[in-house]
T-cell receptor
Framework: DGGITQSPKYLFRKEGQNVTLSCEQN?????MYWYRQDPGQGLRLIYY???????QKGDIAEGYSVSREKKESFPLTVTSAQKNPTAFYLC??????????FGPGTRLTVL | AQKITQTQPGMFVQEKEAVTLDCTYD???????LFWYKQPSSGEMIFLIY??????QNATEGRYSLNFQKARKSANLVISASQLGDSAMYFC?????????????FGPGTRLSVLP
């Protein structure tokens, strides 16, 4: 079945560590997105990519990095520079000009 | 300035009744899209309905309809015959521009609680 997968579902990180969240889609969508959601809040855009090997910063890119080497994959690295990384992270993809399809999310907790 | 405003942090509705969730938006683009998503407690985001800025008819999808008032920059979601499973967070979102520059903006959300 076509869809978006995110792994892991739950992730625990020690302070000072970098962690990478996986996002894969087999929908053949050009655009992919990463969002952060804090409890009781809306979604805030971290990074987005409209095409392979190209990506743009969103509203809260500091402390995060991404890559888009393949159309299907858009991993997000949460670096030690991100001071408050505990949150729910959602990955999405969309064909040009259409709605976004979301993955199930990754809950990141810093210990 | 907020591009998407949802003025109702929380709403209650009796089962089987209709409910309207408000959304107003701000854009200077002529071409844009408006979306509504549902987020149950599991966290997944479920796409509900879409309205294009050039669409003359209000969008409908089953029990969901979008009351689109372009001059007022309003895109309210109407849920008819509410069910207990409709209890969730609801987000209004906007995509500005045409096919490219697909920067989606989400509103803060409205928590809907359906009462038995």
């Amino acid at each position: 079945d076509g869809g978006i997968t995110q792994s892991p579902k739950y992730l625990f990180r020690k302070e000072g560590q970098n962690v990478t969240l996986s996002c894969e889609q087999n929908l053949n969508h050009d655009a992919m997105y990463w969002y952060r959601q804090d409890p009781g809040q809306g979604l805030r855009l971290i990074y987005y990519s409209q095409i392979v090997n190209d990506f743009q910063k969103g509203d809260i890119a500091e402390g995060y990095s991404v890559s888009r080497e393949k159309k299907e994959s858009f991993p997000l690295t949460v670096t030690s520079a991100q001071k408050n990384p505990t949150a729910f992270y959602l990955c999405a993809s969309s064909p040009q000009g259409a709605e976004q399809f979301f993955g199930p999310g990754t809950r990141l907790t810093v210990l | 300035a907020q591009k998407i405003t949802q003025t109702q942090p929380g709403m209650f509705v009796q089962e089987k009744e209709a409910v309207t969730l408000d959304c107003t938006y701000d854009t200077s683009d002529q071409s844009y899209g408006l979306f509504w998503y549902k987020q149950p407690s599991s966290g997944e985001m479920i796409f509900l309905i879409y309205q294009g800025s050039y669409d003359e008819q209000n969008a409908t999808e089953g029990r969901y309809s979008l009351n689109f008032q372009k001059a007022r920059k309003s895109a309210n979601l109407v849920i008819s015959a509410s069910q207990l499973g409709d209890s969730a967070m609801y987000f209004c979102a906007m995509r500005e521009g045409r096919n490219y520059g697909q920067n989606f903006v989400f509103g803060p959300g409205t928590r809907l609680s359906v009462l038995p």
